[in-house]
């Protein structure tokens, strides 16, 4: 039968991935389960998505529950599910204007036209600059694509839009370098995902923080992956208390339910963005929101942020253990349950080998295994995830 679904798919879906041959039916818990019943340990999280895991009751409940109510008004009329998962949000982020998207990627893009109409305010012109890093990943849309910094993603798809340039992650002289007159923010990732489990460092995001607020620029931070409790903290930056002007996120905050944000602070809201400016048909929808709402809700009620400091200790001894044990692996970094190890071959043929083992993982780059687990394994889990990890290293 997944034969057949495999071969159907491939006539009918525009082929712009290269799935692995597997078709997932069900998930529970941590586990996910093919066509055939085949039990998988699900160290992926549909890319760092499903936080509480597959089929948490009480989430669960309270989207069928939303859905038996009403799904969608459009954003002409208040619904009250976009209004309590807003007051949430601002208050496990500590933002003070809230704006609901469909994705990461339109996140992103709302937070780009921003940053620009803040400084097109101040001077009426229309050339301001933004600085993002190399090797970060913001998004497929051609705005998140524009501020991507990985050349390839970008070069049969140009001209991109215009007045991007790009500087090193934890380099901050070469942000510097890039500053002009023309600098109206600095876009970076906390903690960058697919250009390699890299998290920021203390002395970078301070001196960028003092730069940006010096020169009146904005700091935004994509915490579409790194942020709601992953790193140890409900969103990466609060472990440096440095706070951004504009902050964007979606994967782990609707737990499936597809729905991003950018956030801003009451200055940014006030300077920018106004009726006409922006829009979204389907963002914010009571649906969605009802999501946001009930993970913001179950994280602060389960502890989950406190769930997933206990459990990173034992991860990243584990990880290290592996490190230790073969010499292909040559560091391991990250944050929390945002972890990678760095090996010296491409290690395709591990994960494909713990996939055929029944665990689920995925790589960053050619040579990083990166592990985003849902935040609520516990260290059989981990034991699990080793021993198969450790299977797979022993074949190569």
């Known amino acids: ?62 989207v069928k529950a939303q859905v038996d109510k009403l799904i969608h008004t459009s954003n002409y009329y208040y619904n009250v599910p976009a209004i309590e998962a807003a007051k949430k949000l601002k208050k496990a982020s500590g933002m003070d204007r809230v704006f609901f998207t469909n994705s990461g990627a339109e996140a992103v ?53 215009g007045n991007i340039k ?4 934890n380099d901050f002289d070469s942000v510097l370098s890039q500053v002009s007159d023309k600098t109206c923010a ?3 990732e906390t903690v960058q995902g697919e250009g390699g489990i ?15 607020d010096e020169k009146d620029i904005l700091l935004i931070l994509d915490e579409i992956q790194c942020g709601m409790g992953r790193t140890g903290a409900m969103f990466a930056w609060q472990h440096y208390g440095v706070k951004p002007d504009i902050m964007t996120c979606a994967k782990a905050i609707g737990c499936g339910v597809p729905v991003g944000a950018f956030l801003m602070t009451e200055n940014v809201a006030a300077h920018s ?20 709402s009930k993970v913001l809700e179950l994280m602060e009620e389960d502890r989950i942020v406190d769930h997933v400091n206990e459990i990173t200790p034992y991860l990243e001894e584990k990880l290290d253990q592996l490190k230790e044990k073969y010499p292909f692996v040559t560091t391991r970094r990250g944050k929390g349950l945002m972890q990678g190890l760095v090996c010296d071959i491409p290690v395709a043929p591990i994960i494909a080998d713990c996939l055929e083992n029944g665990l ?24 699990e995830m080793i021993a198969k990890l450790d299977q797979a290293m022993q074949s190569v």
Not at 166 to 169: E, L, P, R, V, Y
Not at 368 to 382: A, G, N, Q, Y
Request: glycine share 8%; proline share 3%.
């Open 360 to 383: 689920v993982l995925i790589n960053a780059g050619a040579n990083i295994i990166r592990f985003v687990p849902p935040l609520i394994i516990t260290k059989e889990h981990v034991d």
């Open 273 to 292: 963005l106004v009726p006409g400016d922006h829009g979204t048909t389907y963002g914010g929808n009571p649906l969605a929101c009802a999501a946001v």
């Open 166 to 169: 790009f500087a090193d992650m």
């Open 198 to 212: 890299y998290p920021a460092t203390q002395e970078f995001m301070e001196k960028v923080r003092a730069l940006c």
């Open 109 to 161: 893009e709302g937070a780009i036209k921003a940053a620009r109409k803040y400084a097109y305010l101040k001077d009426g012109k229309t050339d301001h600059e933004i600085i993002a890093m190399n090797h970060s990943f913001h998004g497929r849309t051609m705005g998140a694509l524009s501020v991507t910094g990985n050349a390839h993603y970008r070069e049969a798809f140009q001209p991109m839009i």
């Open 1 to 62: 039968m997944m034969k057949e679904y495999i071969e159907q798919a491939e006539q009918d879906l525009l082929h712009t991935y290269n799935r692995y041959q597997i078709v997932f039916d069900k998930g529970d818990g941590v586990y996910l389960y093919d066509l055939d019943g085949k039990k998988y340990l699900d160290f992926f999280a549909g890319i760092a998505v499903f936080a509480l895991g597959h089929h948490y009751k009480d989430f669960d409940d309270a």
């Open 186 to 188: 600095i876009l970076f």
